[in-house]
């Protein structure tokens, strides 16, 4: 919540305040068709270093996390894309 919901929203549907702003729009990580193509290695690569390894560059990097961090970040958008 604290990094993600200001541009992926509260429920990760990629809706939240600062999405708007945002082109192209922050993934939707609900999106049962989409999630699935990424790799976890991707994900991972994309939190860490940012979203510009991948061009999408509104995506800030996220240094500071720890890899457990990732990880279980990850595993949440790897939840909420099965609901």
Known sequence: MKHC????????????????????????????????????????????????TVGRNAMPPFPNLTDQEIKDLIAFMRSISRQ
């Open 5 to 52: 919901s200001g541009c992926h929203g509260e429920t990760g549907k990629g809706d939240g305040p600062g999405a708007a702003n945002i082109n192209p729009k922050p993934i939707d990580h609900t999106d049962k068709q989409y999630m699935p193509s990424l790799s976890d290695q991707h994900l991972f690569t994309v939190v860490r270093k940012g979203g510009s």
